[in-house]
């Protein structure tokens, strides 16, 4: 008697799936070639309208990119040049070719204090003014560096970063200014 019971208990679990399965499969092929249909629409329109985004996203890209390099390819002034020089570097602007190693941690400082303190102002045009200063700066620290001490080399590659880090986030602004249209 206590088999009898525990086997009905034991086929009990079968039971149920059994009644499981065949109830979720009381819709029709025509059902659910219907829902099939309906969700494919949904996807059919969701991958239309992220192709058109795309599209209109992939223009202004392409219009940024193109006036960007229209601006790049007319030479900077010589004499803006000279007069942003001496607004970034201070002393420093008329001797960059002669910076020793003792001196051209200053500049760098003053390159980036100037920097920060005129940023918010400056156009994409004055971004370049700033680079060309910036990479004459390069060129003459590749020229002292084996001199450089460690410690001084350490705190001009993080203002290196923070030189490239400050110009990158005005190209994402104007980036994203471009796109957001």
């Not at 700033?130 to 020229?143: G, P, S």
């Amino acid at each position: 008697m206590k088999t009898a019971f525990w086997g009905r208990l034991a086929a009990l679990p079968l039971c149920l799936g059994a009644s499981l399965l065949l109830t979720s499969c009381d819709s029709t092929p025509r059902e659910r070639q219907e829902a099939v249909r309906q969700e494919m629409s949904k996807l059919d329109t969701a991958a239309r309208n992220s192709g058109r985004t795309l599209k209109r996203v992939g223009r202004q890209v392409a219009r940024f990119d193109s006036a960007n390099h229209a601006r790049r390819a007319v030479p900077l002034d010589v004499r803006k040049q000279k007069t942003v020089d001496q607004e970034l570097l201070g002393s420093y602007a008329t001797q960059v070719s002669s910076l020793t190693p003792a001196t051209i941690a200053g500049a760098y400082g003053q390159l980036l204090r100037a920097t920060r303190a005129r940023r918010a102002n400056w156009q994409a045009r004055d971004w370049d003014y700033a680079q060309a200063t910036y990479q004459r700066l390069n060129a003459q620290l590749a020229r002292i560096r084996l001199d450089l001490p460690a410690r001084d080399e350490l705190r001009i590659r993080a203002w290196q970063t923070e030189f490239t880090g400050l110009r990158a986030s005005r190209m994402a602004k104007d980036f994203k200014a471009v796109t957001k249209k």
